[in-house]
């Protein structure tokens, strides 16, 4: 899809009380080993918030924060899916679970990891190959 037309793509959570449409312009994800996207499973796809729409389920979610509480991991509250979020290394964007997109899977992506085990280390990496594909 690199280069192609950009695609309409919808998501949510497990119990369809949360439901999103994202634009999807490169189908480059990535994978993250820290603590809470490990254990989430959660493949990152970084949307402008121009390009992400929430359907429906603002009054379904539920928000974790820890740490700098930068970062917001919205969840479902009656099934507690994390379909989206607004992360802490790019906070003017949704980072969308590949996992929960329809018609989709992680493999259909070109995956790429970040060491969020050393999150202060690997961000500017990350934010520097994102302004290169920009």
């Not at 979610?61 to 991991?73: C, I, P």
């Amino acid at each position: 899809m690199d280069g192609a037309s950009p695609e309409v793509l919808e998501g949510g959570c497990h119990c369809g009380a949360v439901r999103y449409r994202a634009t999807v312009r490169s189908r480059e994800a990535v994978e993250c080993n820290c603590s809470i996207c490990t254990k989430k499973g959660f493949v990152h796809l970084l949307v402008a918030e121009e390009d992400f729409e929430l359907l429906r389920g603002a009054d379904a979610l539920t928000t974790y924060t820890f740490g700098t509480h930068t970062a917001k991991h919205h969840f479902c509250r009656h099934c507690g899916i994390h379909s989206y979020y607004r992360p802490r290394s790019h906070p003017e964007r949704i980072d969308v679970n590949v996992r929960c997109l329809e018609g989709v899977e992680p493999s259909d992506f070109r995956l790429s990891t970040f060491d969020g085990q050393n999150w202060e280390g690997s961000v500017e990496e990350l934010r520097a190959r994102d302004r290169t594909r920009q």
